[in-house]
Nanobody
Framework: QVQLVESGGGLVQAGGSLRLSCAAS????????MGWFRQAPGKEREFVAA????????YFADSVKGRFTISRDNAKNTVYLQMNSLKPEDTAVYYC?????????????????WGQGTQVTVSS
C-alpha cells in the first residue's frame, strides 16, 4: 500500500510559477513510476506528466510541454511538478499517482494509488 500526499498548490497570477510536491509512504518508492494528473471543474481528469522509477524517462502532455517539469527524489520519497509560465487554463485540482510498473504511462487506469489532490488556481 502506498499513500500519497500532495502539497504546494495555491493561487498565482498568469505567468507565475508553482512547485507541487507529492510525498509517498513506503520503502519501495523507486520501484513505482509516478504521474501527475489534473481535473478542472466540469472536465475529465487528464494526464499532465509522468516519470519512471529511476527518473530517466519523462513524458508530458502537449499542453504543458516546455512549461512544466517533473522530477523525483527517491531518497526523500517525493515527486515534484515544477510549473512555469502558468495560464488560467492550468487551473485545476492536481493529483499525483503511483504505478507499480517501472515504465511511465499517461493512462489513468494504469495507476494503482492516488493522492487527495491540491488546488491550483491561475488568475488572469
Amino acid at each position: 500500500q502506498v499513500q500519497l500526499v500532495e502539497s504546494g498548490g495555491g493561487l498565482v497570477q498568469a505567468g507565475g510559477s508553482l512547485r507541487l510536491s507529492c510525498a509517498a509512504s513506503g520503502r519501495t518508492f523507486s520501484s513505482y513510476s509516478m504521474g501527475w494528473f489534473r481535473q478542472a471543474p466540469g472536465k475529465e481528469r487528464e494526464f499532465v506528466a509522468a516519470i519512471s522509477g529511476s527518473g530517466g524517462y519523462r513524458y508530458f502532455a502537449d499542453s504543458v510541454k516546455g512549461r512544466f517539469t517533473i522530477s523525483r527524489d527517491n531518497a526523500k520519497n517525493t515527486v515534484y511538478l515544477q510549473m512555469n509560465s502558468l495560464k488560467p487554463e492550468d487551473t485545476a485540482v492536481y493529483y499525483c499517482a503511483a504505478d507499480r510498473r517501472l515504465a511511465p504511462t499517461r493512462l489513468i487506469l494504469e495507476y494503482d494509488y492516488w493522492g487527495q489532490g491540491t488546488q491550483v488556481t491561475v488568475s488572469s
